[in-house]
T-cell receptor
Framework: DAGVIQSPRHEVTEMGQEVTLRCKPI?????LFWYRQTMMRGLELLIY????????DSGMPEDRFSAKMPNASFSTLKIQPSEPRDSAVYFC?????????????FGSGTQLSVL | ELKVEQNPLFLSMQEGKNYTIYCNYS?????LYWYRQDPGKSLESLFV?????AVKQEGRLMASLDTKARLSTLHITAAVHDLSATYFC??????????????FGTGTLLAVQP
């Protein structure tokens, strides 16, 4: 399996622009997570989906952030409008919520820079 | 609110030495994970600890879990340079069942010096 695939790897944009991050989870996994990593705040859980349904979005910082999962093999995280403080590495992760010892598999991340 | 704390935040150690990283968490959870992150890279799963007293070992790393003390340790034996990375513990924010909704600790940056 190719693992969790994220795109783009790097994104540089200007303040006010819309940014869309993409994620393809591991085939067969039924849970998907979006995390954000910064030096100041560490790894923060933004939102997670179970069977394509958003379960908990309490970590989404503002209404500027939105996430969708239209099907089991694709998810997007959108920021509109973007701000410099959104600069971070955004990770997507997936898991199979079934067995007790299942773990999260992380993608390579998207390095976002908002100028 | 579940809080996960690691210490130390930074650890510089010499090759061949032993050391332990500690992970404390604030609320009940029976599932704890350890991850490794190399600079500029993604997170790699190391261990999954599922019950009180669980101990797992892989090479020079050994992880244990004490759910009563809400404490996990990651012990490094005879460190080598290749172990240099940031290590994270993460606790499942369980609401009565496993969710895989992980809350991560602050991370411990390990630098192994020759």
């Amino acid at each position: 399996d190719a693992g969790v695939i994220q795109s783009p790897r790097h994104e540089v944009t200007e303040m006010g622009q819309e940014v869309t991050l993409r994620c393809k989870p591991i085939s067969g996994h039924n849970s998907l997570f979006w995390y954000r990593q910064t030096m100041m705040r560490g790894l923060e859980l933004l939102i997670y989906f179970n069977n394509n349904v958003p379960i908990d979005d309490s970590g989404m910082p503002e209404d500027r952030f939105s996430a969708k999962m239209p099907n089991a093999s694709f998810s997007t995280l959108k920021i509109q409008p973007s701000e410099p403080r959104d600069s971070a590495v955004y990770f997507c992760a997936s898991s199979l919520r079934r067995a007790t010892n299942e773990k999260l598999f992380f993608g390579s991340g998207t390095q976002l820079s908002v100028l | 609110e579940l809080k996960v704390e690691q210490n130390p935040l930074f650890l510089s150690m010499q090759e061949g030495k032993n050391y332990t990283i500690y992970c404390n968490y604030s609320t009940t959870s029976d599932r704890l994970y350890w991850y490794r992150q190399d600079p500029g890279k993604s997170l790699e799963s190391l261990f999954v600890l599922l019950s009180n007293g669980a101990v797992k070992q892989e090479g020079r790393l050994m992880a244990s879990l004490d759910t009563k003390a809400r404490l996990s340790t990651l012990h490094i034996t005879a460190a080598v340079h290749d172990l240099s990375a940031t290590y994270f513990c993460a606790v499942d924010k369980s609401d009565g069942g496993a969710t895989n909704k992980l809350i991560f600790g602050t991370g411990t940056l390990l630098a192994v010096q020759p």
